[in-house]
């Protein structure tokens, strides 16, 4: 089962900008958001896991 993260901690671990993660999750060149409520949304951390690897892999 995978833990979520918020916004800040996305920042943390990918080590990118919010307003970046949030165009990238638009442009689809970033894991969805998962929104739990209207007002909290997180991010599967095995997704962004899996997306840092096939990311560095393809740079």
Known sequence: MSKFLRIDDV???IGISKSTI??????????K???ISP?????A???LDNWMM???CIE
Do not use: G, L
Not at 23 to 31: G, R, S, T, Y
């Open 11 to 13: 920042v943390k671990k």
């Open 22 to 31: 949030w165009q990238w999750a638009k442009e689809d060149k970033f894991p």
């Open 33 to 35: 958001p998962i929104k």
């Open 39 to 43: 007002r909290v949304t997180v991010w």
């Open 45 to 47: 951390e095995d997704e």
């Open 54 to 56: 096939t990311t560095r």
